[in-house]
């Protein structure tokens, strides 16, 4: 009777590993195969030896993980297949058909991004390719066997073996990537190799960007209450009276400096700034690639957030340029067509309305729910209330994905566009085009709600965003981004009353004498900008003239 009671036991036991093993090869392997397939045109190097590595670690990873929370029993067992496969199925899709890079900054943009965003990126497509996929596994499920005590040797033995086969992986991977161990001509190190392969393949990639976006957030949360005050640092003060000004500060969404014409574009995208005299226009370098992880470092001075890593993560430690204009006696108020809400309570805004209050107020009106032409309205209402001395922050939802959803019928200049998930290139890049168009008439129309004030805008995308060939979306991994998830356009504009001001006329000039120069400016400069146009100085160096748009230093 004993005899058969092991046996049984053993049988089980078997059976469970065979699970583990198999679902293992089919979260390692098969949801990679086209990760593999494009490596493979990719690589210089001895392939096969690379693939193997590369799919030993995978599988190993997982059946080591789901080997861990098996000592939980069959329901913790199974419910972990369940999870590991409908996220990694999900990440597969968007890797599969878009070559997106899921790591930290995507999960943070998922997480911080408005649930609408996130369904708005999802389709028929997605809906199909989880259902069929997610399916595959739970053929398995009911082959897991119930509840039982497995002998500690035969426990412990498959739990030490993935270990021991992860270090060799490890070992054989940093031997692999060539390319990605050894200093480049210049002297710059590359990407570190393990940290490549981990942010190629599901569900490595995925689980570790999760890991790191909590520990993030924890440690954000603790360095919260400690952020160190810039006024109490460097003692900021106005050099003119600011009582008669208002400061209208927009944040767009994934636009690229290389798609405005403003900025040397083929395409005619900006044709009403084009022709306003006032309007100048950057290229710019976005300080990360999310929108949480952008407005967390753009609108702080440079050295007040710190990258650590590797894989880079951002930590905040002074708090941001609103926070001066609001000791400075600024009132403020905030009008977004994004949610937000954490960079949002760090304003400390008198007003703030979100796109659902926004959207609550509009449909009242029989007016679109989503619709960035809204903020205008907002800004109008906003400013009629004061006399001077006021900022309102503007957040877009500007030319992110899909495009097509950012702009009116009426304003898709470039055809064919992109009205679904899936089209060529030519069709998205006509999209994406057309959202530009349509900033450029939302910025407009802020203009000429502002000239009869003595006013100051300043526009910054907080990201690029990829459309290239293989190449979609923005979020990716900062150490591995490509170029263009980085370029973004910074444009600035003073109405004519406010240049009657001699000191502002001339930090104007210099503005103009940057942009004829084609400078690259930066997100951690906008801190010492803004200020600095505005013609507010510090004690202590507060403001640097390398890092003052307007300096005349």
Same mark, same amino acid.
């Given at each position: 009777?004993?005899?058969?009671?092991?046996?049984?036991?053993?049988?089980?036991?078997?059976?469970?590993?065979?699970?583990?093993?198999?679902?293992?090869?089919?979260?390692?392997?098969?949801?990679?195969?086209?990760?593999?397939?494009?490596?493979?045109?990719?690589?210089?190097?001895?392939?096969?030896?690379?693939?193997?590595?590369?799919?030993?670690?995978?599988?190993?990873?997982?059946?080591?993980?789901?080997?861990?929370?098996?000592?939980?029993?069959?329901?913790?067992?199974?419910?972990?297949?369940?999870?590991?496969?409908?996220?990694?199925?999900?990440?597969?899709?968007?890797?599969?058909?878009?070559?997106?890079?899921?790591?930290?900054?995507?999960?943070?943009?998922?997480?911080?991004?408005?649930?609408?965003?996130?369904?708005?990126?999802?389709?028929?497509?997605? #809906?199909?390719?989880?259902?069929?996929?997610?399916?595959?596994?739970?053929?398995?499920?009911?082959?897991?066997?119930?509840?039982?005590?497995?002998?500690?040797?035969?426990?412990?033995?498959?739990?030490?073996?993935?270990?021991?086969?992860?270090?060799?992986?490890?070992?054989?991977?940093?031997?692999?990537?060539?390319?990605?161990?050894?200093?480049?001509?210049?002297?710059?190190?590359?990407?570190?190799?393990?940290?490549?392969?981990?942010?190629?393949?599901?569900?490595?990639?995925?689980?570790?960007?999760?890991?790191?976006?909590?520990?993030?957030?924890?440690?954000?949360?603790?360095?919260?209450?400690?952020?160190?005050?810039?006024?109490?640092?460097?003692?900021?003060?106005?050099?003119?009276?600011?009582?008669?000004?208002?400061?209208?500060?927009?944040?767009?969404?994934?636009?690229?400096?290389?798609?405005?014409?403003?900025?040397?574009?083929?395409?005619?995208?900006?044709?009403?700034?084009?022709?306003?005299?006032?309007?100048?226009?950057?290229?710019?370098?976005?300080?990360?690639?999310?929108?949480?992880?952008?407005?967390?470092?753009?609108?702080?001075?440079?050295?007040?957030?710190?990258?650590?890593?590797?894989?880079?993560?951002?930590?905040?430690?002074?708090?941001?340029?609103?926070?001066?204009?609001?000791?400075?006696?600024?009132?403020?108020?905030?009008?977004?067509?994004?949610?937000?809400?954490?960079?949002?309570?760090?304003?400390?805004?008198?007003?703030?309305?979100?796109?659902?209050?926004?959207?609550?107020?509009?449909?009242?009106?029989?007016?679109?729910?989503?619709?960035?032409?809204?903020?205008?309205?907002?800004?109008?209402?906003?400013?009629?209330?004061?006399?001077?001395?006021?900022?309102?922050?503007?957040?877009?939802?500007?030319?992110?994905?899909?495009?097509?959803?950012?702009?009116?019928?009426?304003?898709?200049?470039?055809?064919?566009?992109?009205?679904?998930?899936?089209?060529?290139?030519?069709?998205?890049?006509?999209?994406?085009?057309?959202?530009?168009?349509?900033?450029?008439?939302?910025?407009?129309?802020?203009?000429?709600?502002?000239?009869?004030?003595?006013?100051?805008?300043?526009?910054?995308?907080?990201?690029?965003?990829?459309?290239?060939?293989?190449?979609?979306?923005?979020?990716?991994?900062?150490?591995?981004?490509?170029?263009?998830?980085?370029?973004?356009?910074?444009?600035?504009?003073?109405?004519?009353?406010?240049?009657?001001?001699?000191?502002?006329?001339?930090?104007?000039?210099?503005?103009?004498?940057?942009?004829?120069?084609?400078?690259?400016?930066?997100?951690?400069?906008?801190?010492?900008?803004?200020?600095?146009? #505005?013609?507010?100085?510090?004690?202590?160096?507060?403001?640097?003239?390398?890092?003052?748009?307007?300096?005349?230093?």
């Amino acid at each position: 009777m004993k005899d058969a009671t092991v046996a049984t036991i053993r049988c089980q036991y078997r059976a469970e590993l065979v699970s583990i093993l198999l679902i293992s090869m089919y979260l390692g392997v098969f949801l990679n195969i086209p990760i593999f397939i494009r490596k493979y045109y990719q690589v210089d190097e001895s392939v096969v030896g690379l693939f193997l590595t590369d799919a030993l670690f995978t599988v190993t990873t997982c059946c080591f993980l789901l080997c861990v929370t098996s000592i939980a029993g069959r329901r913790v067992l199974s419910a972990a297949i369940i999870a590991f496969t409908f996220v990694s199925v999900i990440a597969s899709y968007y890797m599969w058909f878009f070559d997106v890079i899921i790591g930290y900054g995507v999960v943070k943009a998922v997480f911080g991004t408005g649930m609408s965003l996130v369904i708005e990126s999802m389709g028929l497509g997605l #809906l199909t390719f989880s259902s069929i996929f997610c399916l595959v596994p739970l053929y398995f499920l009911h082959r897991v066997a119930p509840n039982y005590q497995a002998p500690w040797l035969l426990f412990l033995i498959p739990r030490f073996l993935c270990i021991g086969l992860l270090t060799v992986c490890l070992i054989l991977i940093n031997s692999h990537y060539k390319n990605f161990r050894d200093p480049t001509a210049d002297g710059r190190i590359p990407t570190n190799p393990i940290g490549v392969a981990a942010y190629s393949y599901v569900p490595i990639n995925w689980m570790a960007g999760s890991i790191i976006s909590v520990a993030n957030t924890i440690a954000n949360s603790q360095l919260k209450n400690k952020l160190i005050d810039p006024m109490d640092t460097y003692g900021f003060y106005p050099e003119i009276p600011l009582d008669d000004i208002f400061v209208v500060v927009v944040i767009g969404e994934s636009a690229r400096y290389d798609h405005m014409s403003l900025i040397d574009y083929q395409r005619a995208t900006t044709p009403l700034l084009d022709k306003e005299t006032n309007v100048i226009g950057f290229k710019g370098a976005s300080c990360n690639t999310s929108t949480k992880l952008s407005l967390s470092c753009m609108f702080v001075r440079e050295g007040g957030t710190e990258d650590l890593g590797p894989p880079s993560q951002q930590y905040v430690y002074e708090n941001h340029v609103f926070s001066v204009l609001k000791n400075l006696g600024f009132s403020i108020d905030l009008f977004s067509m994004q949610s937000e809400a954490g960079f949002y309570v760090q304003v400390n805004a008198d007003i703030v309305k979100i796109r659902e209050e926004i959207g609550a107020e509009a449909s009242s009106q029989g007016l679109p729910v989503i619709d960035d032409m809204l903020l205008v309205n907002q800004m109008t209402q906003s400013i009629s209330k004061k006399a001077g001395k006021h900022l309102v922050i503007l957040h877009q939802k500007g030319s992110h994905f899909n495009y097509s959803s950012r702009y009116p019928t009426e304003f898709s200049k470039y055809k064919p566009d992109c009205k679904d998930m899936h089209c060529d290139l030519q069709a998205m890049v006509n999209s994406y085009d057309n959202s530009i168009v349509y900033t450029d008439y939302f910025l407009f129309s802020l203009l000429e709600r502002l000239r009869d004030k003595k006013a100051f805008l300043l526009y910054a995308s907080d990201h690029g965003e990829s459309m290239e060939d293989g190449k979609h979306f923005h979020a990716a991994p900062k150490d591995v981004a490509p170029d263009e998830q980085f370029k973004i356009p910074v444009i600035m504009w003073a109405s004519d009353s406010l240049l009657e001001n001699t000191q502002f006329a001339e930090g104007f000039d210099m503005l103009k004498q940057h942009e004829s120069k084609n400078r690259i400016v930066r997100h951690v400069e906008i801190f010492e900008s803004l200020l600095g146009c #505005l013609g507010i100085n510090s004690d202590h160096q507060g403001i640097r003239s390398l890092n003052n748009w307007c300096s005349r230093k």
